[in-house]
């Protein structure tokens, strides 16, 4: 059974950062695709970024390019989210999500539907 946990969630003032994880079991990354995704009160959910443990590539929505890396730890089969110049929009429950390498990163990651195992989800509030 696929399980995907997060954590690192919390409060941080602007410009602050966050370091997210998602730790996953009952499946090894290899051909997925990992997401970070988020939503805010009465938003739609947003693909923020995505990574192939495959070949490694990535997909950043354009409203983080620049203050957010995704990476993984494919020995702990973790991926990582590391949030840097946080701004108030930035303030959602973060969830991350797999799916399996049946497209490209950025196809998948714009596409959160396609993506069928689901963490709880972490909140992360930007506020001064």
């Known amino acids: 059974q696929v399980q995907l946990v997060e954590s690192g969630g919390g409060l941080v003032q602007p410009g602050g950062s966050l370091r997210l994880s998602c730790a996953a079991s009952?499946?090894?990354?290899?051909?997925?695709?990992i997401g970070w995704f988020r939503q805010a009160p009465g938003k739609e959910r947003e693909g923020v970024s995505c990574i192939s443990k495959s070949d490694g590539s990535t997909y950043y929505a354009d409203s983080v390019k620049g203050r957010f890396t995704i990476s993984r730890d494919n020995a702990k089969n973790t991926v990582y989210l590391q949030m840097n110049s946080l701004k108030p929009e930035d303030t959602a429950v973060y969830y991350c999500?797999?799916?399996?390498?049946?497209?490209?990163?950025?196809?998948?990651?714009?596409?959160?539907?396609?993506?069928?195992?689901w963490g709880q989800g972490t909140q992360v509030t930007v506020s001064s």
């Open positions: 009952g499946f090894t990354l290899d051909y997925y695709v």
């Open positions: 999500a797999a799916v399996p390498l049946i497209s490209t990163v950025q196809a998948l990651c714009v596409t959160s539907r396609l993506f069928g195992s």
